[in-house]
């Protein structure tokens, strides 16, 4: 079986971990494993294959021989050495937000759109993790009865922040149990026993970047660029695992039933739905697993055909490293890498 | 100034102890201060007005001379003593399920729907917490523009289901943090860093009761009975107040200036709304206090008239105590008293 070289930019981080023990755990057909990170991570070894690879720091020349390149190290460093990768002679999965809503970059959810692959040009990126768990979900069923509005309330986990996030979460939670006082440095406020309708950056709309980046990535994705649709977001005190309550309208009318078959014979989506024992998709549980998790399905009487689903999955996984390397499987597998 | 002599039924729980306080604090003219709980709290001596008061065990003959019964015990104590304090002379302001949607008995947001108290027999019941905070900011929206459909995603505090609750998140937090085993007795699942879409028991159409209710008392409370509204409500780690991210569409064209303006004269309601410089309501800033928190306000480009709001309060004192305390206070000065 033909080997190729990867390389994971931001290898120490929470999502590049997670690069790391998919790659492995799945079998990809790794040759050479690059580790890549910033200066101050450099020989920090890290496991791989039950030996260990050694961190190298990233740099311009950082790309020979690579294949295929996994990025997820933020937007500038995306920016600037995915197309020096690129260049090199590597295909870029990028995990940042930097090259989504590029004209020319296809926004891949394998389950979803792996066809957007075709004729890529070197850059892929990888979407929001709140939008790829939604849209695994509602694809099968907007091909059955055609989605008209999407009214989404997210529930998001702090490693979405990275893992300093989910240290001060900690941290946070051991001072006020011991009844001391709390930091706030990675988020504006108390995150622990608190919540904040506050994911990235705001515009003058009121709007946050994450709710419209869910909003913008949904519609391309789903190739749906006129779809309705309108999101909150909102950060709580739990480690992994977004969870996200999705009001969705249809053109046709759907069916309780029905919608229950088409999720569970839906790729990557598993439905958990038995509420009355107390039986639901819920942080968790998804955390460490690949499917996205939908349950607490009920008809909207509120709508003509509107459907009220629960949404979990974890976001380290499927809503990053996972679905990347999800893609990078497809790109061998639809004959989309030399 | 005239006194009254005041019961409160489950006086040793969480809302029953905001009850006490919130009197104190607002000068309520209480005569004598009667604190009934279950038998096994008799004796017990809880602090009024510099002095303390002890719990006597609720009998049917608790109630002479009583003027007014704050109940905050449970649908089924609700269901047996209120009748019972009614007929011994007393008004009975209920803060369980129990009367609500019954006919006859107004269900009252002071700020929403005072003039429901007109010719009330008796009984009058305290809306669901998560329901009293939505109205209070949706009735000045709806007065401008009429309320036409509401979607609303709740993220609802422990202090909610009551002390053992919060007791459990508290453990569990305290166990997850030390590498120890986690025990669940009053949720069916761990609370401490996960959540829960699941309030109260489930019906057959998957809905939960806190979901019903949610939409059964807001018709009932707005007087609007034919409203399209649809709810999800979920349990999350955190101690003291509910927060709500609420979709509503109106009849008429609403503006984000507008809006604020209308809300920021209304009664009961607090704008905050700067999340350029992370100003927005949280759970940590309300809990202890007496208004809804607004903020996040955003027209929803989805809808022909939707608006995207957040809204938060504290679930103990404007969800429950507090709210029923008004509900005494406009008995005495709109004359429903003697």
New interface residues.
């Given amino acids: 079986m033909k080997q190729y070289n990867v390389a994971i930019v931001g290898a120490t981080g929470a999502v590049g971990e997670q690069m790391r023990l998919i790659l492995e755990s799945r079998g990809f057909p790794v040759g050479a494993l690059r580790l890549l990170a910033s200066p101050k991570s450099e020989g920090k070894r890290l496991t791989w294959r039950r030996t260990g690879v050694s961190v190298t720091a990233l740099a311009e020349d950082s790309f020979a021989d690579v294949d295929i390149a996994l990025f997820s190290a933020g937007s500038a460093i995306s920016r600037r050495y995915a197309p020096i990768a690129r260049d090199a002679g590597a295909v870029v999965i990028d995990n940042s937000s930097a090259w989504r809503m590029e004209e020319g970059v296809p926004l891949v959810v394998p389950e979803v759109n792996r066809q957007a692959l075709a004729g890529h040009s070197g850059i892929i990126a990888n979407p929001n993790c709140s939008t790829i768990q939604m849209v695994v979900v509602l694809k099968p069923l907007h091909d059955r009865w055609g989605l008209k ?3 989404v ?1 997210t ?1 998001q986990a702090v490693s979405g922040t990275g893992r300093l996030a989910v240290e001060e979460l ?1 941290a946070q ?2 001072a006020y ?1 011991a009844g001391e006082p709390i930091n706030a440095e990675i988020y ?3 995150i622990a ?6 994911i990235d ?2 515009g003058a ?4 970047n994450e709710e419209r980046k869910m909003v913008n990535e949904t519609r391309k994705i789903m190739d749906l660029p006129d779809l ?3 999101a ?1 977001t ?1 950060r ?4 992994v695992s977004h ?1 996200e ?1 999705v ?1 969705a309208e249809f053109v046709g009318s759907p069916d ?1 039933d029905a919608a229950r078959k088409i999720l569970a014979a839906a790729p990557g989506v598993e439905v958990v ?1 038995d ?2 024992n ?1 039986i ?5 549980t998804a955390a460490g697993k690949d499917s996205c998790y939908v ?9 003509v055909n ?1 459907l ?1 689903l ?1 949404v979990v999955a974890d976001n380290l996984r499927k809503g990053a490293a996972l679905n990347a390397v999800q893609i990078a499987e497809c790109l061998i597998s639809d004959g989309y890498l030399k």
Avoid: C, K
């Avoid at 709309?205 to 946050?208: K, L």
């Fill in positions: 509005r999407v009214i309330s529930y900690l939670a051991r149990l504006p406020h108390q026993f608190n919540l904040l309708p506050h950056v705001f709309d009121g709007y946050s309705a649709m309108t909150t909102v709580v005190p739990i480690v969870s309550s009001n309780i739905d509420p009355e107390a639901y998709p819920m942080p968790i349950g607490r399905l009920r008809l909207d009487g509120s709508a509107g009220n629960w």
